[in-house]
């Protein structure tokens, strides 16, 4: 069953309903991109600062979506993603680092983890993996950007190894859904990214990379952050992945290989709110 709901008021957006019925505090989501705004390449609700859009619409977006999840914008935080696999842990001292400016964003960080009400924890993607956690006992929230970088150097296993070593999480007790993110449908790689993968213990063998026996390779990036969330320790029934492609639903998602290179950016958001 796919995981995220899709919800078209007030803005198009999408949300892990069960996770929110599960803990009522929780706000936790993938942006659209509502291309209700005609503002070019970057029409529409772009949510990065860092893919040339006007500063102070992207920051416009931004305060429109904490608006609509009703968390105060102070507490939108951001890290300056680099695919790489560094976790950080937001306390209360960087609540709001990145929402208006790149250069106050948590630095050469691509996984974020906090256990703090009333930060909204946010990072942007193209077609890269979303991979958003939860701790329900512990209420500790997480979101990691899983490109195929980054999923190489396994971000999937740090977030759940610093969630276990902040935290005391209990693995077995770890929520992940797998956003939505180009598919193998249309992500088509060389074989010296395909390699990254094949010559390690990320090669699976079972249908995560497909040799199209011309140079070039089909990968499941979805798979692959699958089985290293397993290998990991998280239990397979927690795990839900998202059959949302980005590519092949360019009208609901922005999508770096669609629109080569030139393009927005959705947000992936999860926050527990204060007052519940």
């Known amino acids: ?16 309903l069960d996770w929110q019925k599960k803990l009522p505090s929780l706000s936790v989501g993938f942006s659209a991109r509502n291309d209700d705004k005609d503002r070019g390449i970057y029409r529409g609700m772009n949510m990065a600062l860092h893919v040339g859009d006007h500063q102070d619409e992207v920051i416009k977006n931004r305060l429109e979506l904490a608006k609509m999840l009703n968390f105060s914008f102070a507490a939108w935080t951001s890290a300056e993603q680099v695919h790489g696999n560094n976790v950080e842990i937001v306390g209360l001292n960087q609540r709001g680092n990145g929402r208006m400016t790149r250069e106050d964003a ?31 006992l512990k209420k500790v929230i997480g979101l990691a950007h899983a490109g195929w970088k980054g999923t190489a150097l396994k971000i999937a296993e740090k977030m759940v190894q610093a969630m ?18 180009i598919g193998q449908c249309c992500y088509e790689v060389n074989e010296q990214v395909a390699r990254q993968f094949m010559e390690t213990e990320l090669y ?53 290989r669609k629109e080569q290179g030139k393009t927005g950016r959705m947000a992936s958001w999860i926050g527990l709110r204060k007052d519940e």
């Open 1 to 16: 069953m796919e995981p995220l709901v899709k919800i078209n008021h007030p803005l198009e957006h999408f949300i892990i």
């Open 204 to 256: 699976f063998g079972d249908g995560a990379i497909i040799d199209k026996k011309n140079g070039h390779y089909d990968l499941d990036l979805k798979k692959i952050n699958k089985e290293i969330l397993k290998k990991a320790g998280i239990l397979p029934n927690n795990i839900e992945v998202s059959g949302w492609c980005t590519s092949c639903n360019n009208e609901l998602f922005f999508s770096h």
């Open 106 to 136: 948590l630095q050469d960080t691509d996984g974020i983890l906090t256990n703090q009400p009333d930060i909204l924890l946010t990072s942007f993607y193209a077609d890269c993996v979303p991979l958003f956690f939860l701790d329900p």
């Open 164 to 181: 276990s070593e902040t935290y005391n999480s209990n693995i077995s007790d770890i929520l992940v859904v797998i956003g939505p993110a």
